[in-house]
């Protein structure tokens, strides 16, 4: 059974860096298009980077660009979140998210991973 698993979250102080991680065992990185989202307290879940195609172009939220950069591993199979300068308003739980090129209501979502950025 295929399934995504987040690491990495975690407490960080304004100004921070984090790097998120997702294992992605027996998903084609050429079939299905890698994101990270994340839901905020009383929030709902917005994309915060993500794969828009599987040649690698990148897309962001306006509120991370500059400072967050989603990268993939193709040996290991893991998709990385690296977030520097977080502030407060990224806290929030992170999701892993792979849905299929073609077939894009195949899609999957991994348990989410906390992070927390405060002093």
């Known amino acids: 059974q295929v399934q995504l698993v987040e690491s990495g979250g975690g407490l960080v102080q304004p100004g921070g860096s984090l790097r998120l991680s997702c294992a992605a065992p027996?998903?084609?990185?050429?079939?299905?298009?890698m994101s990270w989202y994340r839901q905020g307290p009383g929030k709902e879940r917005e994309l915060v980077a993500g794969?828009?195609?599987?040649?690698?172009?990148?897309n962001y939220a306006d509120s991370v660009k500059g400072r967050f950069t989603i990268s993939r591993d193709y040996a290991k199979q893991t998709v990385y979140l690296q977030m520097n300068s977080l502030k407060p308003e990224d806290t929030a739980v992170y999701y892993c998210n792979a849905r299929h090129v073609v077939a894009r209501s195949n899609m999957y979502w991994g348990q989410g991973t906390q992070v927390t950025v405060s002093s």
């Open positions: 794969f828009s195609s599987v040649g690698g172009s990148t």
């Open positions: 027996g998903f084609s990185f050429s079939a299905y298009l």
